[in-house]
């Protein structure tokens, strides 16, 4: 894994790159709020002490954008400070936490990285919409609804119009579409964040673009949603649908880690199938 390196959108705002997803700090005043604490303490404990740094007299809070391991399982380094999130990340950590970290714990990719995680869940959460101010930077976390996970929410900072997209946003590569989240909510919350007129939209994974990438993977989700339906019309099976439909996306669409490619088709095959047959 790379070292943890710190850059600075704007003053005060700095997205924290090397770990297996990208995080955030935000700071003003000795006063810090960090945006997801990463896949386990091995990425957690050098994102605190780069915080610490920043933070003087003031408050430490933690903010998790959504449940998922890779942004949650560092959360023990933070446990003596507020953590924040919508209420469905802290539900999903507190009924499905133990059950999710021992699958991961049989995934030979993801097992070292989280032998020593203790599920730690959000101790301070909303419902639609929570502003921290972190000394005089305004931060509106914002929910989004079920698209990329059961939980989705982002941190607005509306003065220098930044976003943290959270998992909504991945730059350049096919997204992660896991069980639990659904694509047509998912182009929705596209929509929502294109307009809050980011001026730097910081993507969950992939490199930090502009924000034009918020509207180049909602116009990839349309794309497959449209060749899903078409295979669906077609009466293509699941695996023929996999197979065509992942064809023709690398040609008319292409985007990195197209291993990912069967997953979201899956997905996109299982949501609409599922309502062509209501
Ligand atoms: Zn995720």
Same mark, same amino acid.
């Given at each position: 894994?790379?070292?943890?390196?710190?850059?600075?959108?704007?003053?005060?705002?700095?997205?924290?790159?090397?770990?297996?997803?990208?995080?955030?700090?935000?700071?003003?005043?000795?006063?810090?709020?960090?945006?997801?604490?990463?896949?386990?303490?091995?990425?957690?404990?050098?994102?605190?002490?780069?915080?610490?740094?920043?933070?003087?007299?003031?408050?430490?809070?933690?903010?998790?954008?959504?449940?998922?391991?890779?942004?949650?399982?560092?959360?023990?380094?933070?446990?003596?400070?507020?953590?924040?999130?919508?209420?469905?990340?802290?539900?999903?950590?507190?009924?499905?936490?133990?059950?999710?970290?021992?699958?991961?714990?049989?995934?030979?990719?993801?097992?070292?990285?989280?032998?020593?995680?203790?599920?730690?869940?959000?101790?301070? =959460?909303?419902?639609?919409?929570? *502003?921290?101010?972190?000394?005089?930077?305004?931060? #509106? @976390?914002?929910? %989004? !609804?079920? &698209?990329?996970?059961?939980?989705?929410?982002?941190?607005?900072?509306?003065?220098?119009?930044?976003?943290?997209?959270?998992?909504?946003?991945?730059?350049?590569?096919?997204?992660? =579409?896991?069980?639990?989240?659904? *694509?047509?909510?998912?182009?929705?919350?596209?929509? #929502? @964040?294109?307009? %809050? !007129?980011? &001026?730097?939209?910081?993507?969950?994974?992939?490199?930090?673009?502009?924000?034009?990438?918020?509207?180049?993977?909602?116009?990839?989700?349309?794309?497959?949603?449209?060749?899903?339906?078409?295979?669906?019309?077609?009466?293509?099976?699941?695996?023929?649908?996999?197979?065509?439909?992942?064809?023709?996306?690398?040609?008319?669409?292409?985007?990195?880690?197209?291993?990912?490619?069967?997953?979201?088709?899956?997905?996109?095959?299982?949501?609409?199938?599922?309502?062509?047959?209501?």
């Amino acid at each position: 894994m790379p070292d943890l390196s710190i850059q600075e959108i704007v003053t005060g705002v700095n997205v924290a790159l090397g770990g297996v997803c990208n995080r955030g700090i935000i700071s003003q005043g000795g006063n810090v709020l960090v945006v997801d604490s990463g896949i386990a303490a091995v990425e957690a404990i050098p994102l605190r002490a780069a915080a610490q740094e920043y933070r003087k007299e003031g408050a430490l809070y933690l903010f998790n954008t959504h449940p998922h391991g890779d942004h949650t399982y560092g959360n023990q380094v933070f446990a003596d400070c507020p953590i924040i999130a919508h209420e469905g990340v802290r539900n999903d950590l507190v009924l499905n936490g133990e059950q999710t970290l021992a699958n991961w714990k049989q995934n030979p990719r993801m097992a070292a990285f989280v032998s020593d995680v203790t599920i730690t869940p959000p101790t301070l =959460t909303f419902q639609e919409k929570m *502003t921290v101010f972190v000394g005089d930077i305004e931060v #509106q @976390l914002l929910y %989004l !609804g079920i &698209a990329h996970s059961p939980s989705d929410s982002v941190a607005w900072l509306p003065q220098s119009r930044v976003l943290f997209a959270g998992d909504l946003l991945f730059n350049a590569i096919v997204p992660a =579409t896991p069980p639990g989240g659904n *694509t047509a909510h998912w182009v929705h919350a596209l929509e #929502q @964040l294109e307009q %809050l !007129g980011a &001026a730097y939209a910081i993507p969950g994974h992939g490199p930090v673009q502009t924000p034009a990438a918020l509207a180049d993977l909602r116009h990839w989700f349309i794309t497959v949603r449209a060749l899903v339906g078409e295979a669906i019309a077609s009466g293509w099976d699941r695996e023929t649908t996999i197979t065509n439909v992942s064809a023709s996306l690398q040609e008319i669409a292409p985007r990195g880690t197209e291993e990912r490619l069967p997953r979201a088709i899956e997905q996109v095959f299982a949501e609409m199938s599922q309502n062509a047959s209501v």
